[in-house]
């Protein structure tokens, strides 16, 4: 739902008579919005539980949508997607820290495999709609009227299904670190365990692990974001078809969170499977930015396929071991750290749209396609910060599944 800007960007630009450098400057400010609300919003997650932070920003966004398909001038639609984006940021880690939290019944890199399916399957909902209602509805404001429903429908969804398990949970881990000790602790009270979670704040490998996400998120929304604009511009398509084209790389995208998810859990090596996507979706990058400008819808397709599947081995690794370094530090900050990479997230935004559009006026598509492409290869590195092996001899993944 978030991501509906992205196929009907070219349409936005063209009824408010703004160029995509315009737009960079105003997408720039969201990034700085959705951090701050990353900074304050998830401490509510570790204090409140997660049940608030995940219903009413979702309920709030339809209301936006709402708004927004209405907005009469370009800065009243730029203030609702920035109060929108302010919303997501304090969704957005209590999401993460609730998916770990049902990681004992379940692999943890395949619980943020589902993770990622909430993201990408709004991606995909929002290029393979446009696909479908572009042809029929042309313009924006017709994505937004259809964003308010998903956004509303999902908030009833979350309101009468979600079970906040944060303090069972917590409590958990707490009892099993005080059972392994030779002398009784006492359990922890709420202001003392709140307060252990400030250690994720002082973690040098933590910060360093976080900041994979500026340059995954780099990559990331260059997809979402801009990728159907590309395909206009580059190669000469119209919205509706490079919203189509688009749509497979999620699609793809969406089946490879869960293969590589598995692999993660049953090999036990988060680092060597993101390190792995990060630079085979690297080359897929570069090899897309050399594609000529009349390259067949055929070759698109496969070149975004690829590069959706590639994608796919980055994220839900990431966050395994993420969640995994995060809780060695303390289990009463884990909303906290992903509050941190939320925060930083937005300085790839800055990046990505201040210089996307100055890049592309002077060099061309292909060269911001290449930046992209390099961005994946500092994924591979830093992941390399993070807790646990490389890789897992066989005969000790069977005594730890044991």
Request: proline share 4%; aromatic share 14%; glycine share 8%.
């Amino acid at each position: 739902e978030a991501l509906k800007n992205g196929p009907v960007l070219v349409y936005i630009l063209a009824d408010f008579d703004k160029t995509l450098v315009q737009w960079g400057y105003a997408a720039a400010a969201f990034g700085a919005v959705y951090s701050l609300g990353a900074m304050l919003l998830s401490r509510a997650g570790d204090r409140y539980g997660r049940r608030p932070l995940l219903i009413w920003p979702v309920f709030a966004y339809a209301v936006i949508s709402i708004c927004g398909a209405m907005a009469s001038s370009f800065w009243m639609l730029a203030a609702l997607i920035a109060a929108g984006s302010f919303l997501m940021a304090g969704m957005n880690p209590a999401v993460h820290a609730a998916s770990r939290d049902l990681t004992p019944t379940m692999g943890r890199a395949m619980v943020y495999a589902w993770v990622s399916l909430a993201f990408t399957i709004g991606a995909l909902m929002s290029t393979l709609v446009a696909a479908q209602t572009l042809p029929i509805w042309p313009g924006w404001r017709s994505q937004y009227w259809i964003a308010a429903g998903f956004a509303g429908i999902t908030a009833l969804i979350i309101f009468l299904f979600f079970r906040d398990l944060s303090l069972r949970v917590r409590g958990q881990i707490q009892k099993a670190r005080e059972t392994a000790m030779t002398e009784v602790v006492l359990q922890s009270t709420v202001e003392e365990a709140y307060d252990d979670g400030r250690l994720v704040y002082r973690s040098f490998r933590l910060w360093i692990l976080s900041f994979v996400i500026v340059f995954w998120a780099l990559t990331y929304v260059t997809v979402s974001a801009y990728v159907p604009t590309f395909l206009v511009q580059q190669h000469g398509l119209d919205p509706a078809h490079a919203a189509g084209i688009t749509s497979f790389f999620w699609i793809v995208f969406t089946i490879s969170v869960f293969v590589s998810g598995w692999l993660s859990d049953k090999l036990r090596v988060r680092k060597t499977i993101t390190a792995f996507g990060g630079v085979t979706t690297g080359l897929c990058f570069i090899y897309g930015a050399q594609l000529p400008v009349d390259a067949s819808q055929t070759t698109l397709m496969v070149v975004w396929s690829a590069t959706g599947f590639f994608a796919g081995f980055i994220y839900p690794a990431w966050c395994a071991i993420y969640s995994e370094t995060a809780e060695s530090i303390s289990p009463h900050g884990v909303a906290r750290a992903f509050g941190i990479t939320a925060t930083l997230a937005p300085l790839s935004g800055f990046v990505l749209n201040l210089g996307l559009p100055r890049v592309v006026e002077t060099w061309g598509w292909s060269s911001w396609m290449l930046i992209a492409g390099c961005a994946c290869f500092f994924v591979s590195i830093l992941v390399g910060y993070g807790k646990g092996p490389w890789w897992v001899p066989a005969a000790e993944r069977s005594s730890l599944s044991a």
